[in-house]
């Protein structure tokens, strides 16, 4: 059940799944926007956590320990990540974290809680500088802004055959960092110039961009950042009569862009840190459970979220033996940044590939898609391996 705080405080979603009588409470914990304009994509990382608690209560209750789960709304604002810290810091009970849903969250909220550490694992920060700051406490299962990027410019330009590319960021962390990063990769190409690049987040600056790119003589328009502004922003520039191709990163993967963009968003390109479930044969159970469950097609955050949390809870139980207390944080810490997937037996539930971390905390093995808005249905045109060092 949501509580409606004053103030507009954190929303604290408490699942208590099996009674606390007479043993040990371990809680767990995801972070995302569950209300706002982003709540849609938060609402994906809590449900698909949810869902991988909810599978796993017998086995920590066969160990002697009561598994809790909850969730805690950040409003996709970084302001709020010292207020989830503290929540976090003030109950050692909480031994691991999936999230936070954005990278702007993500990072102030791993420099705010890095004095007292807890496990995190998370599902679908990009910003290519969150595993660069030797947090042993960070690792996503998702790849990096740097992969977006080559996997968008190859299309712009093998593809689409553009000469002039212009590009906005919606000002945000993952906008920025995404947008300069495409920027960077066209700059390393042939026959392909960045005609100009613009932040933009307000509907009042849609007039200067739309000029910009008729300035540039754009070809191609490329947008980092989030769902709702990039439908308007679509739709700003397509009621200018602009026809470029409009591509863009995984902040366009939502419901909410393609409701927003409306009949705009047919055609629309971007690429993806997460597929489509319907797309990876191991995610059919996941998918049946999730649309009987919520009465709705899943978002690829919830599979990622899922996974996440499935790591993060084999990383506990590898530490919990029966009739013992609960492992630490820092062990379950250290958990976390060894584990391997190769190690799981036949039920496996990690859904997405194999999964272990190098020495930042990046996942070795990861995928970026390229995915087009269809009339009906979202279409997978490719698939990549991206590989991080070790």
Known sequence: MRLKLPHRMLTLLTLTLVSTAAADVIRVASISPL?????????????????????????????????SFFALDDLSNPTRAGFVAQKLKADPRILGVVG?????????????????????????ATNDALTSHNWGFFNRLVAPDRAQAVAATDYIVNTLKAQVVYVISDESTYGNGL?????????????VRVGGYMGASKDAQFGNVISEINRAKADVVYYAGADVQGALMLKAIRAAGIKAPFVGGDGLYSTAFTDAAGKDGVGVVFTSTFAPPAQLRAASEFVR???????????????????????????ILVNLKRGAPAPTREQVIKAVRAYSSKSCDANCPIITGPVAFNSAGERQSANVYLLRVGASATELLDERKVSAEK
């Open 35 to 67: 209300s706002g304009e982003r709540a849609v994509l938060g609402t994906e990382v809590r449900r698909g956590a949810e869902m991988a608690v909810q599978a796993r209560v017998s086995e920590f209750r066969e160990r002697g320990h009561v598994l």
């Open 100 to 124: 936070p849903q954005s990278s702007g969250v993500a990072n102030a909220f791993a420099e705010a809680i890095q004095g007292s550490p807890v496990a995190v694992v998370n599902p679908t």
């Open 179 to 191: 947008s300069k990063t495409v920027i960077s990769q066209l700059k390393g190409m042939n026959g």
């Open 289 to 315: 459970q999730y649309k009987s469950k919520y009465k709705s097609e899943p978002n690829g955050r919830a599979l990622y979220a899922y996974d996440a949390m499935n790591v993060l809870l084999d990383a």
